[in-house]
């Protein structure tokens, strides 16, 4: 039997460690190990094995002659009662290898679909697995600074668990110990400009470049999430509902929701205007016409 997983890793970790409970997972790196032996322990029946064996194969992506080896023996795989469960850590590319794969795996993709009260619900419950509780407040807040990122979400709570070790999170210890992510940090610089809150956003952006984010990372964050509202502002002129406009876009819910309300308040005229200077000036800066550092500054200022 064999499995494809790709999508959000820790996602798969998780589903790993239930796997992990009831059956005995081996992992192959493939910076390390080749095919032989793969087929050394996979053809290998030990009579004293009690529990079924699950090979969890990572890092093959870039090892050629592993893949190719594989193909052409991938029918005697197959035909095993064991389970191979091959890991991407990227959405797979459409290439021969895995056209060829998944012709005989199931495919199971890992996305965080959780609507925002779900992500609520999901938050209270990890804190309430470490004897913690949230306070309402501090709740919307630490959704706000972390984003939907599960990973991200299971970083900092043990971040604020190891802080607080009993009693209640509260909204100041949220704002003491979590900062806000990258995506949060442009949203909110964006949000501002729009809002005409120039010195503010300025404000915000200089505290981004003394952190030292990469200046061209900057310009390509900016650049998707403009993008991502102006789609989202054209699905909402259609009257599509959030499900609709979530399978059609990819957006998560959380997306959908935190934005709705202030794109009703934004035209898209200036969202375009705002995405066009953008644009401008990423290539003046890749280009090394001008500073990324000054090209930031000038979009938002013609904005």
């Known amino acids: 039997?064999?499995?494809?997983?790709?999508?959000?890793?820790f996602l798969i970790k998780k589903e790993i460690e239930k796997l992990s409970k009831k059956n005995k997972v081996?992992?192959?790196?493939?910076?390390?190990?080749?095919?032989?032996?793969?087929?050394?322990?996979?053809?290998?029946?030990?009579?004293?094995?009690?529990?079924?064996?699950?090979?969890?194969?990572?890092?093959?992506?870039?090892?050629?002659n592993f893949k190719r080896d594989f193909l052409e023996q991938k029918e005697k795989f197959q035909r095993l009662k064991t389970l191979f469960i091959f890991w991407f850590k990227e959405k797979p590319k459409k290439d021969q290898f895995f056209g060829e794969l998944k012709k005989i795996a199931k495919i199971k993709e890992f996305r965080n679909i959780l609507k925002f009260w779900e992500l609520e619900k999901?938050?209270?419950?990890?804190?309430?697995?470490?004897?913690?509780?949230?306070?309402?407040?501090?709740?919307?807040?630490f959704i706000e600074r972390v984003g939907y990122n599960l990973w991200q979400m299971d970083q900092e709570i043990k971040k604020l668990v190891a802080f607080k070790k009993k009693g209640i999170i509260n909204k100041e210890d949220v704002e003491n110990l979590v900062v806000l992510n990258l995506k949060e940090n442009v949203f909110e610089i964006l949000n501002l400009i729009l809002e005409n809150k120039k010195k503010k956003a300025f404000l915000l952006l200089e505290d981004l470049l003394k952190k030292g984010e990469d200046q061209i990372k900057?310009?390509?964050?900016?650049?998707k999430q403009l993008r991502n509202l102006i789609l989202l502002k054209e699905f909402s002129e259609k009257k599509l509902s959030f499900s609709e406009i979530s399978q059609k876009t990819g957006f998560h819910s959380y997306f959908?929701?935190?934005?709705?309300?202030?794109?009703?308040?934004?035209?898209?005229e200036?969202?375009?205007?705002?995405?066009?200077?953008?644009?401008?000036?990423?290539?003046?800066?890749?280009?090394?016409?001008?500073?990324?550092?000054?090209?930031l500054s000038f979009c938002f200022l013609e904005a």
């Not at 790196?29 to 793969?38: A, G, M, P, Q, V």
């Open 1 to 9: 039997m064999i499995e494809i997983f790709f999508g959000e890793n």
């Open 26 to 64: 081996k992992i192959f790196d493939f910076e390390e190990k080749t095919l032989k032996d793969l087929q050394k322990e996979a053809f290998c029946e030990n009579l004293f094995e009690k529990k079924d064996k699950i090979f969890l194969l990572k890092n093959f992506e870039e090892n050629e």
């Open 122 to 141: 999901w938050v209270e419950n990890e804190f309430l697995k470490f004897g913690l509780k949230i306070e309402p407040l501090a709740k919307k807040e």
């Open 218 to 223: 900057l310009f390509s964050f900016f650049k």
């Open 256 to 268: 959908i929701q935190k934005n709705w309300v202030l794109i009703q308040k934004w035209k898209k």
């Open 270 to 295: 200036d969202l375009l205007k705002l995405y066009s200077q953008i644009f401008k000036y990423t290539i003046l800066a890749k280009s090394g016409k001008i500073e990324p550092k000054i090209g």
